[in-house]
């Protein structure tokens, strides 16, 4: 699959290159970003253990952007994120059972700029989409070490700012899911219904799935070549 997405960006790359016009930014088109993504902790702990109104998890995703035309760029992106979820229902703040564990990713993003005559990429309204595979794993001496993988798609709406024709701030709101949202069952009435939370990896790939549901991204980039 990493292969995969290198081909698609290299072959994306060359045909534009063939076809070069003045497109970008003063003659630039590819960005260097450092973006990170907040997501309520408000029922499930965050990486420190506590859940409220006013804890957070944090995903932290560097990438790089090339700008194909005024309307349109496209990325790849490397993400970590440091978690700690419960295996079990029972929810307790800073308990000896809430286990940490580092997920991480990699994956390819598509981004779509509202252009107009004073705005077009790389600064403007923006909506993006993106497609990663992510892995997890956990070490515990009470439930053990564990470790797994699967997909996340998130879509994002947003808006870039640019100042001194270089450096660009960016401000989002994401929306997404996990591929272990999809894993359902039959009930004897062959019905699907969701999976039920049964072991500890259950427990840590349902907390994975909550952090892509909703969040915010603050981000910030610099026009390179």
Known sequence: MKKIYIIIFIFIFGVQCTNAQNI?????????????????SFKYPDKNGYHGYLNFNYRLSPSIEFILNKKNSIGVFYSYAPLMFIPSKLIFNHSIVNTPMNVNGYGVFYKAYFSDDQYHAPYGAYFMTSL??????????IIGNGKGANYALQIEFG???????????TWGITF????????FGINEDFVPIQKKLKTSIDFAENRIFGTYIFGTRIGIGFLAF
């Open 159 to 169: 808006y870039n700012f640019l100042i001194y024709n270089r450096l660009r701030l």
């Open 132 to 141: 990663s595979r992510i892995s997890f794993q956990y070490e515990s001496i």
């Open 24 to 40: 970008g930014h003063l003659g630039k088109r590819f960005l260097v970003n450092m973006d990170a993504t907040f997501s309520p």
């Open 176 to 183: 997404g899911g996990t591929t272990s949202w999809f894993n």
